[in-house]
Nanobody, 124 residues
């Protein structure tokens, strides 16, 4: 089992920045591809960004490219999502997810472990 806990969400004005953190415990963090997803009110959950178990490969949804950066610290079992130039349409609950299958990027259906989510609200 992998237990994931997100933090760092909040209320920010458009153009501002936030950094989300996801602390993992349980099975070996260094074996997991990590990702961030988000779900806005009335919409389906969507992929935001992913990072391979080594940290050498990343993948981003088109609308966040150049604004968001995913990273990881394997010594501290933590994944991050740095979000810059935030827009009102980035408002959502952001979820951290882990996949232990050693392939990258994993399809969304392969993520077996999920956090409880952290709310990000961007005001205009």
């Amino acid at each position: 089992q992998v237990h994931l806990v997100e933090s760092g969400g909040g209320l920010v004005q458009a153009g501002g920045s936030l950094r989300l953190s996801c602390v993992a415990s349980g099975r070996t963090f260094t074996s997991a591809s990590m990702a961030w997803f988000r779900q806005a009110p009335g919409k389906e959950r969507e992929f935001v960004a992913a990072i391979s178990w080594t940290g050498r490969s990343t993948d981003y949804e088109d609308s966040v490219k150049g604004r968001f950066t995913i990273s990881r610290d394997n010594d501290n079992n933590t994944a991050y999502l740095q979000m810059n130039s935030l827009k009102p349409e980035d408002t959502a609950v952001y979820y951290c997810a882990a996949d232990m299958r050693y392939h990258f990027p994993p399809p969304p259906s392969d993520y077996d472990y999920w956090g409880q989510g952290t709310q990000v609200t961007v005001s205009s």
